[in-house]
């Protein structure tokens, strides 16, 4: 697989994490996937452990996606999961094997304010 499908694949992904499509979303991984959660030092092992997790998820999510970056089999993408309402930053680092995700690992955080130490070195960025 080229960069350019593995981009429409992770393309079709993330439009079908929207949307709340279980089955399109789930699509892009190996049946055998890895998917690691360091900060809550969880693993899920399989696609059908990751779509029912995921299926079962409490909260209402909205998907905002800031960009994606990659080639070969190794691709990035930064995005914001807001969980009804509150907003974390997100990065799904994906690691492909024959054209499917095979390991996965995602990074969330809070969004805080910023110390005003700083402020003379810093300007605001825009929130998401």
């Known amino acids: 697989m080229g960069d350019q499908e593995t981009r429409a694949a992770l393309d079709r992904h993330w439009e079908a ?7 399109a979303e789930h699509e892009i991984y190996h049946d055998d996937v890895i998917t690691d959660y360091p900060q809550s ?3 899920i092992h399989g696609r059908d452990n990751l779509q029912a997790l995921r299926s079962n998820h409490p909260a209402e999510l909205t998907f905002t996606i800031r960009r994606i970056l990659g080639s070969g089999d190794l691709w ?3 995005y914001v999961i807001d969980y009804d309402g509150k907003p974390a930053s997100t990065i799904s680092i994906m690691e492909f094997r024959d054209g499917k995700v095979a390991h996965e690992t995602q990074y969330f955080a809070d969004p805080f304010a910023p110390p005003a130490w700083r402020a003379r070195w810093v300007e605001s960025m825009p929130l998401i």
Do not use: K, L, P
């Open 41 to 43: 030092g969880e693993r």
């Open 17 to 23: 994490s929207a949307a709340g499509d279980q089955d």
């Open 76 to 78: 990035i993408t930064e």
